[in-house]
């Protein structure tokens, strides 16, 4: 067999990265983007989602957990590997599809910044303002803010990995930790993966199919891989590695979640919403049975995965901003305008940042929220069935090696029905919400 020497590390690579060599030796070392990726997408929403439906539902949608991180590692292996297959970033895919995907993904990413940005504020503010009540909630969100930005402004892609390694070791310790603490019933939770959907738990079936684990920045998988310097498809085996891992760990995070929510929560009683707020509760609940001291760790374990979630927004989707913006103005996605630290880059940072910070202060517009909600409900859909398309066939690049099997493209296919399910219950909701 030829011997090939390995390929010259690719932009943003660090000495540390493993080489082309070690895509068959699927250790540690090889978790990267997919940890960056996993991480940003598990925020409150997704910890109050999985509290809940443990506390109302026992170990009774274990099932549609597991079957969420299955199909979460089957979108985020789709963007790799369009990126490393092809050589494009998934935006270059999406405009070979037609100019209806510029369309809809402009105005969807500025809007969805605005909004986001105030959300991600307020809720990673929420456990710092419960372990410091002198402090107001708006102090907390503003400086958490500002941390953000400047932890993402003036680092490179390594530093940034490394930081939200050491928040998911954080997360990830306390809330595992928790579970092991309140002893899991694993007959229960064994029992728990023959699928059912027991009455009036549609919406957490869906959501713990659907949700867990990121939306948008699930697409900015491909551009961590290229700051990483996994740009060809001789890393396809160690993107392949760091994804399944990756979410592996989300998977057993989530997992322990939902044993907080049967053995802690509904053992003491308590009813949890889908209001973020409510997993401040969970401190008391927490507090009163096992004392203050873990209590005040699962905050920081709160804060660590509301903060990791934050970090991954303020980069990934920055550069998602990045490579849409440098395009539309002629530039291609190997332009410095269109990468990590870019001018492009800096204005979406900026604008993830600071205009967010009056809707702390004015509440949040019914307008942009119904907009708001009417856009995000569709993304995961319109990400899995651009796969679809991409990965199907020729025409865009994909070599027929890297192509879709037919079970890549069931578990796409279900994917986009689980979102416009859920994406269609969110709107109307909010809609509901807005007019009640």
Do not use: C
Not at 82 to 102: H, K, N, P, Q
């Amino acid at each position: 067999m030829e011997h090939r020497p390995a390929e010259p590390p690719g932009p943003g690579a660090s000495p540390s990265s493993p080489s082309a060599e070690d895509a068959g030796k699927p250790t540690w070392k090889v978790i990267g983007p997919g940890l960056v990726v996993a991480a940003t997408g598990v925020g409150a929403a997704d910890l109050v989602a999985t509290l809940a439906a443990g506390s109302n539902y026992g170990y009774g949608l274990f099932w549609a957990l597991v079957l969420g991180v299955i199909l979460k590692i089957v979108l985020v292996e789709g963007a790799g590997r369009y990126t490393l297959a092809t050589g494009r970033t998934i935006f270059e895919g999406w405009r070979a599809l037609g100019r209806w995907t510029v369309w809809y993904f402009g105005p969807y990413i500025i809007i969805w910044g605005f909004v986001y940005g105030a959300t991600a504020m307020s809720t990673t503010a929420l456990p710092l303002a419960a372990l410091f009540p002198a402090v107001p909630l708006p102090v907390f969100a503003i400086g958490t803010a500002l941390l953000a930005f400047l932890l993402v402004w003036f680092n490179r892609y390594a530093v940034f990995e490394k930081i939200t390694a050491t928040l998911v070791g954080l997360m990830f310790l306390v809330i595992v930790g928790l579970a092991i603490l309140a002893v899991p019933d694993i007959p229960a939770m064994a029992a728990g993966l023959v699928p059912t959907i027991p009455d009036g738990g549609l919406f957490y079936t869906l959501a713990l199919a659907g949700g867990v684990g990121g939306t948008i920045t699930l697409a900015a998988y491909g551009y961590w891989l290229r700051e990483k310097g996994w740009i060809t498809p001789r890393w396809m085996r160690v993107m392949r590695i760091d994804n399944t891992m990756a979410y592996v760990l989300v998977g057993v995070f989530v997992a322990s979640m939902m044993v907080v929510g049967v053995e802690v929560v509904s053992a003491a009683g308590t009813a949890v919403s889908s209001d973020s707020q409510d997993l401040l509760a969970l401190d008391e609940v927490l507090a009163e049975r096992y004392g203050r001291f873990i209590g005040t760790l699962f905050l920081w374990g709160f804060f660590a995965a509301a903060f990791s979630s934050m970090l991954g927004v303020w980069n990934g989707v920055s550069l998602m901003f990045a490579d849409f913006w440098a395009h539309s103005r002629g530039k291609d996605a190997q332009h410095p305008d269109s990468r990590l630290n870019g001018k492009y880059f800096r204005f979406y940072l900026i604008w993830l940042t600071f205009p967010p910070m009056l809707l702390l202060l004015a509440g949040k517009p019914i307008f942009l929220v119904l907009l708001y909600g009417a856009l995000g409900s569709l993304f995961m859909p319109f990400l899995a069935v651009t796969l679809l398309a991409l990965l199907n066939s020729s025409r865009f690049g994909t070599p027929r090696r890297w192509r879709n099997r037919w079970h890549t493209n069931a578990a796409l296919g279900l994917t986009a029905l689980l979102f416009i399910v859920l994406g269609v219950q969110k709107l109307v909701d909010t809609i509901l919400g807005a007019v009640g």
